[in-house]
């Protein structure tokens, strides 16, 4: 099976090909080590110091990476006439969008104008996203999603959203976030401390990730100042891209490693003894798919969570585990009590290669289907 998949090359603070990292790097490396023929597209929307139209091989994908430019929209236009060019000469059975409404709907127009199937995945609640605000992209991206032949969603919340508001014709499966088990597994916490700088003595609890307003980081921030006003053995321990107006405000027993990569996260949850995943009640945090949850377990991290979305699904049973988003004093009693139960909910931890041949499963039958249909059409 050839597949070409479409998606934007920075997300999560990371980038796609120099990190190979996340979702979009991962599903197609297990497609394409799975035997199918894999053409990967990256759209840049920040200037980096790589050339436009780099072709590079990465774990068997051929990927392609463009900057969109600076000239709105018609930098689509441009990047849509070189998907189109492109798709024309390596004809694949289907085609994949993922990453944000944008590619989304490139990936309805090309499949259309190809007349070959187009499955899309949706690792958050696009219409979230500040883009959809532009007028007209929202009616778009959901008629693309509606006419896609299948659609794979992050979360059950997710799916059970994409089902009733945008009546889609093809079938929608939740596919999870999974974890990468060469950087997020148990290990020994002195040695991790000691290979980040970290105090090798007293408590730690801290979290990775997006560090902004818009995770409702400020309620961490002032629950931890409760934490520490109780026992003062505790420090607070902070990696990722963060709000800088917000982390000047933060204690002088809190420890602030930067942006880290993939890898060190992993270090960092091994050092810790309490993680912390702060987020919203509100159409991103209902609909998401909390990441660090799976990779803080598959580090035998116990952890605190805001009680919303997956989270709250995944963690029913684990109460301990569940603070009330935007309350710190809830946030605060559920560190303390997990400081003091180091409660493990016992979840299964899925790898990216059990999350490949799902995906790769979809593709499969989404082309199988559309095979036969055209065969009754004929």
């Not at 989304?104 to 090309?110: D, E, F, K, P």
């Not at 093809?170 to 999974?178: K, L, M, Q």
């Not at 710190?328 to 009590?337: F, G, T, V």
Request: one cysteine or more; charged letters at 20%; aromatic letters at 8%.
């Amino acid at each position: 099976m050839r597949v070409l998949f479409i998606t934007k090359q920075q997300y999560m603070a990371k980038d796609l090909l120099a990190d190979r990292f996340g979702r979009f790097y991962e599903i197609p490396r297990v497609l394409a080590q799975s035997g199918h023929e894999v053409h990967g597209v990256c759209l840049r929307y920040r200037p980096e110091q790589i050339t436009s139209g780099t072709r590079r091989s990465h774990d068997f994908v051929a990927w392609s990476s463009f900057y969109l430019g600076l000239d709105l929209p018609l930098g689509f236009v441009r990047h849509y006439a070189r998907l189109l060019k492109l798709a024309r000469r390596i004809r694949p059975d289907v085609l994949v969008g993922a990453s944000d409404c944008f590619h989304i709907i490139m990936a309805s127009r090309l499949a259309s104008k190809l007349n070959i199937p187009y499955v899309i995945d949706l690792y958050d609640n696009f219409e979230a996203y500040s883009a959809t605000q532009i007028p007209g992209l929202r009616q778009w991206y959901r008629y693309a999603v509606r006419k896609a032949a299948a659609v794979s969603v992050v979360s059950d919340a997710l799916s059970a959203k994409i089902e009733s508001e945008y009546c889609p014709r093809g079938s929608v499966r939740t596919i999870t976030n999974a974890v990468a088990p060469e950087f997020f597994h148990a290990g020994e916490k002195v040695m991790a401390r000691r290979t980040l700088g970290l105090p090798e003595a007293g408590l730690l609890v801290g979290s990775a990730g997006s560090l902004t307003a818009s995770r409702n980081i400020a309620v961490l921030y002032r629950a931890f100042e409760r934490v520490k006003n109780v026992d003062s053995r505790v420090s607070l321990v902070l990696a990722g891209p963060a709000d800088k107006r917000l982390i000047s405000q933060v204690s002088n027993k809190t420890i602030y490693l930067g942006e880290i990569s993939h890898k060190r996260v992993g270090e960092l949850f091994r050092a810790l003894d309490v993680g912390i995943i702060c987020n919203r009640d509100d159409d991103f945090g209902r609909y998401c798919f909390p990441q660090k949850l799976f990779e803080m377990l598959a580090c035998r991290l116990p952890l605190v969570a805001a009680d919303v979305g997956a989270s709250q699904s995944l963690l029913r049973g684990s109460d301990i585990c569940l603070y009330h988003p935007g309350s710190e004093d809830s946030l605060a009693k559920a560190i303390h009590a997990q400081l003091a139960a180091r409660h493990l909910p016992a979840l299964p931890i899925p790898t990216w290669q059990d999350r490949g041949l799902e995906f790769g499963e979809l593709l499969t039958k989404t082309v199988s289907t559309s095979a036969k249909c055209l065969m009754v059409a004929i």
